[in-house]
């Protein structure tokens, strides 16, 4: 049996993710889909997974086998970018995707700068709306979106920088 979850996280929160998956698991449900925030879980208490989350926009067959050969299994992925693996949670020693500091370090420098793109990229886009401002109220309307997604990259960025320095200076 199939279950679907809806769970918002946004990218810094990437292990906070791999907790709540993991607690899934623990419940008996294994993740085996991702789309826009919606899980979709396979139901069997008889098992149990321990998952991690990789954030890599250029990821080729090389990529896969390499976490294949640690015992990793790929799942899904969102966005082309961040994959999704899991393991057996009964091993013995569970290894960690990235176990030193500077490849953690690397890994939300990357989406830091991914994200920044999108977000440079939705700037350009809403020029638009003001360009052409006639103070209609769908106008003002898209103003506000415009204002709550600002202010959600904004968060983003911060909670990116607060990662980045801790694996720094870690």
Excluded: C
Excluded at 7 to 32: C, T, Y
Excluded at 124 to 129: E, N, R
Excluded at 132 to 139: F, N
């Amino acid at each position: 049996m199939t279950v679907k979850k809806f769970k918002l996280f946004l990218a810094p929160d990437v292990e906070k993710e791999e907790q709540w998956l993991n607690e899934m698991s623990r419940q008996g449900l294994h993740l085996i889909k991702y789309q826009y925030f919606m899980y979709v879980f396979e139901e069997d208490p008889g098992k149990s997974y321990v998952y991690q989350i990789d954030f890599r926009q250029d990821a080729k067959k090389d990529y896969f086998q390499l976490y294949e050969d640690a015992g990793w299994e790929y799942m899904t992925n969102a966005l082309s970018s961040f994959y999704y693996f899991r393991t057996n949670a009964t091993k013995s020693t569970i290894p960690k995707l990235y176990s030193d500091k500077e490849s953690i370090h690397d890994s939300y420098r990357r989406m830091f700068g991914f994200y920044w793109l999108i977000f440079i990229l939705f700037l350009v886009s809403q020029v638009g709306v003001f360009i052409t401002w006639k103070g209609y109220l769908l106008q003002y309307m898209m103003v506000v979106v415009d204002i709550v997604i600002v202010a959600l990259y904004l968060y983003m960025f911060y909670a990116f920088n607060k990662r980045i320095n801790f694996y720094r200076r870690r």
